[in-house]
């Protein structure tokens, strides 16, 4: 095993903490080739897709990414902007953000960055740009508010097996979930109510999280059970009622049985029961992406339009607002608010620590 090192490593540097916001991932570009890397890394995940490997070997790089690459490609380039893809743009705008706020703060330095579980800017890559600014306390913080292994245990993996291969470690902390933080559920309820006063409310109101196979609740994964409790938590802040505000599950793939009740199925059957206008947020997204622009945004639509429905509409996530910010910035001081506190090493100290390296 060979380990890396830190790069114009200084015994007399002042420490620092780092705080990593992770989420998905994304193309380099809205290319066939370009997604054709990301997919493949993406779906190889056996986090992701819980099939036997030599049978979703041949499945994956037989069928699918013969495929889905071309397929996707022509979707992403419908959403892709200037600066990147939507999802790499929010995570960027909301780490600079975030950094922002710990700009003046006491004792050790903060350091914010970015990073995609799948995808550029790499884990790894971040990891050792932070390690290399003197980073000796982390907080690594998923931006998937209901932990799923398939997503923030996939993240926590990819943060292990990068350690292994560095000799040397920082303290860490690892924000799992915060699917009843109160500020997060505050925040989601103000963009809402924010939608209403502009647009009115509709005759239902869809929370629609990321589906994944009903097999994973089955076998312990408490993803369910922590989308049904942001649900009920968003709801009572909002002051309605289960009738008017619905659980729903998109994105699903395959023929096995995924987490019901499914969204487009959902909304194809609401106009039957007299229901004409439509809401749809997401509360499982911090940042928009493909998935909620064109799938709920395009795609969903037009199936709700199509059965009878007269008013459709999708409630932005909260990417880089200051109430999603605040709820971040409340949620990392929780964790590093003790080391914040901790005075960093004087100039006499930090001399006689260096001297002491060098003896």
């Known amino acids: ?57 041949l499945i994956l790089n037989g069928v699918i990414l013969n495929i889905r690459p071309k397929r996707s490609a022509e979707a992403y380039r419908q959403v892709w902007t200037e600066e990147g893809s939507p999802l790499l743009v929010h995570t960027r705008n909301q780490a600079a953000a975030l950094a922002r706020r710990f700009e003046k703060a006491s004792g050790m330095p903060v350091i914010v960055d970015y990073a995609m579980r799948y995808g550029n800017p790499s884990i790894a890559d971040a990891l050792q740009a932070m390690q290399d600014r003197g980073v000796r306390k982390l907080l690594v913080l998923p931006l998937y508010p209901q932990y ?145 622009i064109e ?3 395009v795609e969903n639509r037009d199936y709700f339009l199509e059965a009878g429905g007269s008013d459709y509409q999708y409630i932005p996530a909260l990417n880089d607002e200051s109430s999603h910010i605040d709820a971040l910035e409340q949620l990392v001081r929780g964790q590093i608010n003790d080391w914040l506190e901790d005075e960093p090493a004087d100039t006499e100290q930090r001399s006689a620590l260096a001297h002491a390296a060098k003896s």
């Not at 790069?7 to 540097?13: C, K, L, T, V």
């Not at 398939?150 to 799992?176: E, I, K, N, Q, Y």
């Not at 109101?205 to 097999?215: A, D, E, F, I, N």
């Not at 312990?220 to 059970?225: E, I, K, L, N, Q």
Request: with cysteine; aromatic share 12%.
């Open 148 to 292: 799923s292994g398939a997503t923030t245990g996939s993240t926590f993996d990819a943060l292990a097996a990068d350690f292994t291969s560095r000799r040397w470690l920082p303290d860490l902390r690892f924000v799992s979930h915060y699917h009843d933080f109160v500020p997060y559920i505050e925040a989601m309820a103000q963009a809402i109510e924010k939608h209403w006063a502009e647009n009115g409310r509709p005759d239902r109101l869809l929370l629609s999280y990321h589906g994944v196979p009903k097999r994973y609740l089955l076998s312990g994964d408490p993803y369910y059970c922590e989308c049904r409790a942001t649900s009920r938590l968003l709801a009572q802040r909002l002051g309605v009622d289960e009738a008017f505000c619905l659980t729903t599950f998109q994105s699903r793939f395959g023929r096995e049985e995924w987490l019901k009740p499914y969204t487009d199925e959902t909304l194809k059957a609401l106009p039957a029961q007299g229901v004409r206008s439509v809401q749809v947020y997401c509360p499982g997204f911090s940042a928009d992406c493909l998935e909620t």
């Open 1 to 57: 095993m060979r380990y890396r090192a830190i790069n114009d490593h200084d015994h007399g540097r002042q420490d620092s903490i780092g705080v990593l916001l992770t989420n998905l991932g994304t193309p380099d570009e809205p290319t066939t080739p370009a997604l054709r890397r990301y997919l493949k890394e993406f779906l190889w995940d056996p986090r992701v897709v819980e099939v036997p490997r030599p049978l979703w070997w």
């Open 295 to 297: 799938e709920i945004g």
